[in-house]
């Protein structure tokens, strides 16, 4: 069993609200949402983040985007703000990558 947090809920084995599945991504809720929008989008299998993910499959980085898009769409935003997380400093808390979809509000400038 791992404990990648993000691999236990492509796997089942934790509950999350998903709102989009295809073969390789999964995207669901943020658990604490900062937005009314906020959804975080997967690829099923494991990377640490979204460097290793676009040095290792860089089709699989523009899925990401694209579900993204989807999600938006889904949640009726036409603005939305993509965010990912490298490493810790910058805040990344789950080591498996992950695109923030962020809509619904103003969100103001980045810094
Ligand atoms: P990061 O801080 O790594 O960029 O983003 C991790 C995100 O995962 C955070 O926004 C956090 O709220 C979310 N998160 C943490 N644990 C869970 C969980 O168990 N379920 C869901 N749906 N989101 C989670
Ligand atoms: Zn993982």
Redesign the pocket.
Known sequence: MTDC?FCR?VQGE?P??VVLDTDRVLA?????P?APT?V?VVPKTHYDNAVELAAADPALMGELVAAAGQVAETDGRDSVRL???VGAEA????FHV?L?VLGGRALGRLG
């Open positions: 947090l809920i934790l999350a609200t669901f809720r943020d658990i604490s900062q906020h975080v965010v990912t997380n805040g990344q808390t789950v992950h923030h």
